[in-house]
């Protein structure tokens, strides 16, 4: 087992993440290892930003305190632990076979002549972000849009927790008229679900009611104004982790069209109940679940 990631977080005025972010360099130059990765968002409504430091393992104490001291943020209100999700993006890369989900074959560039002209082909690299289609999660929620296929006909989808855009790629394939939003809270992996959308000709479209295609936004969870202005969503899908999936799960509600359809996935067998009973409690009801390995994804509708 590799050793679990650990974050550093906290919320900062922006014109502040320049020094931080300098410090982070001079100090891992300075005790010889790799500079951890920093992301930066805009807080929605808010003059902040969400600081993110991913660490590879677990810092010193030392060189946590020496940072924060350097940059001048020694009473920056941060927490500080072990990431509580995987390592996506490993995970990801280790899962380069094509993979085929119902209708779908996902596969990365180096196998494009295995592309098969009765599939929906989708192109996918493991990169920075989550999402070649091998992992149970994408693969169950593929094969639960796959049994939707031609069932509905939503006017509008949202695939919360992009990742490399997998499951709005495959959304779009099957509903190319629907107006499709792909929104993550990793800045590097809304731009790497941009690219995807352009190798597999999926066209990007503007926040503006009806148009076919994906619009493509940052934001945690719902919190953002032009995923709002969208809502309600006939089709959810959100592959991200059990506790996001509860915390966030009035919120995913609240955006679902009346009789809409919510996939979602990154849960355990073990959670699912848990998940359950959280949407349950916000009236929704299960349609059907797809198990694979450990994993479990689930179908609910208002
Ligand atoms: N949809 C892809 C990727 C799933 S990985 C697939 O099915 O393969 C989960 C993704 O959720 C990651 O890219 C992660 O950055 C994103 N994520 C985690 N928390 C989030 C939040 N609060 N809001 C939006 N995205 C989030």
């Not at 003059?47 to 009473?75: C, H, N, S, Y």
């Not at 999700?85 to 085929?100: H, I, M, N, Y």
């Not at 098969?116 to 070649?132: E, I, K, M, R, W």
Request: net charge negative.
């Amino acid at each position: 087992m590799t050793e679990p990631g650990w974050k550093l977080s906290g919320d900062l005025e922006n014109d502040r993440a320049p020094q931080l972010e300098i410090t982070l360099e001079s100090l891992s130059d300075f005790y010889g290892i790799d500079p951890p990765t920093l992301s930066r968002f805009e807080k929605p409504n808010s003059d902040l930003w969400q600081i993110d430091i991913f660490f590879d393992g677990r810092p010193t104490d030392k060189f946590v305190k020496e940072l924060l001291d350097k940059a001048g943020l020694l009473q920056w209100h941060h927490t500080f632990g072990p990431v509580e999700d995987r390592d996506w993006v490993s995970e990801s890369q280790k899962l380069l076979a094509p993979v085929q989900a119902g209708r779908f074959f996902v596969f990365g560039a180096h196998d494009a002549d295995k592309a098969d002209a009765n599939l929906v082909n989708l192109q996918v690299d493991a990169g920075q972000a989550f999402g070649t289609g091998k992992h149970e999660t994408t693969a169950a929620c593929l094969a639960l849009l796959d049994a939707l296929g031609s069932d509905i006909s939503p006017g509008k989808f949202l695939d919360l927790g992009t990742g490399s855009g997998v499951l709005a790629l495959a959304a779009n394939k099957l509903w190319p008229a629907a107006s499709g939003t792909a929104t993550d809270i990793d800045p590097i992996a809304t731009d790497v679900a941009v690219e995807n959308a352009s190798i597999n000709k999926v066209p990007i479209r503007e926040f503006k009611p009806g148009i076919p295609g994906v619009a493509f936004k940052t934001a945690d969870g719902l919190d953002d104004a032009e995923l709002q202005s969208e809502a309600p969503y006939d089709v959810i899908i959100a592959n991200i982790l059990a506790g996001p999936l509860v915390a966030m799960a009035s919120d995913i509600v609240a955006a679902l069209a009346p009789g809409g359809v919510l996939i979602l996935s990154g849960l355990l067998i073990t959670q699912q109940s848990e998940v359950m009973q959280a949407y349950q409690d916000q009236g929704l009801q299960l349609i059907k679940s797809e198990e694979s390995g450990e994993w479990s994804a689930l179908q609910l509708t208002s």
